[in-house]
């Protein structure tokens, strides 16, 4: 006897698809066209992130309150200040180590360019990505991936996965490791401040480093 499959099952089946067909094959997909999409990168993000917030906010599940959740900030300030005592020393020492001649060359030889790009940063590319990456990763995927484990790691690497358009391994390596923080972020606080801010902070720091420059478009090969 024939069983039909129920309108649940299929609609996760479809997620799964989905979800990997736009989180997991995608990345591969851009590797070749990488040049012609370089600095076309910010653009895309921004009107990216503007539809998935009109997406998001006409969605009668989604809590509209994480757009603008800031609850236990003070709380959470404390961890990022703990985690970047920790990071900061480290990429400083990789960077000397890797291309010490990027080592805080952004802001000592074009300071107004890094100035620019400390304002622009977390507003056109921390903040959209975050849209994306957290806020409609979790609520879309959130009916199939249902552990909080499973989320932060499936998050987690996709985020690095899509900066290997950058044609090196370091910034898909820094970028998985930058993903699993977010998403525990996010998923801690429900809020999109709050991990919008933390990108940001992260974004600004590596490029006044000079790990940025493994993420720069102008560098790309």
């Not at 997991?24 to 370089?38: D, H, W």
């Not at 074009?110 to 903040?127: E, N, Q, R, S």
């Not at 996965?161 to 390596?173: I, K, Q, R, S």
């Not at 992260?202 to 420059?213: H, K, M, P, Q």
């Amino acid at each position: 006897m024939k069983t039909e499959k129920s309108p649940i099952g299929t609609r996760q089946s479809f997620l799964w698809i989905e979800l990997f067909a736009f989180f997991f094959i995608t990345p591969f997909i851009l590797i070749p066209f990488r040049q012609f999409l370089a600095f076309k990168i910010v653009p895309i993000l921004i009107l990216l992130g503007i539809g998935i917030y009109v997406y998001l906010k006409n969605q009668t599940d989604f809590q509209n309150s994480n757009l603008i959740r800031f609850t236990n900030m003070g709380t959470h300030a404390k961890g990022m200040l703990l985690i970047i005592g920790f990071g900061v020393p480290v990429l400083i020492a990789f960077t000397r180590q890797m291309i010490p001649g990027h080592l805080f060359s952004f802001p000592a030889t074009h300071p107004k360019m890094w100035t620019i790009v400390m304002v622009a940063y977390p507003v056109l590319a921390a903040l959209p990505q975050e849209l994306i990456f957290r806020c409609f990763f979790f609520h879309r995927y959130g009916k199939i991936l249902v552990h909080p484990k499973a989320m932060i790691l499936a998050n987690g690497i996709s985020f690095g996965m899509f900066h290997m358009f950058y044609g090196n391994p370091v910034a898909p390596l820094l970028s998985m490791a930058a993903g699993f923080l977010f998403a525990w972020r996010y998923h801690r606080s429900q809020s999109l401040p709050i991990v919008a801010i933390e990108h940001g902070i992260w974004g600004n720091l590596i490029f006044t480093i000079g790990t940025g420059w493994y993420f720069y478009s102008g560098a790309i090969q």
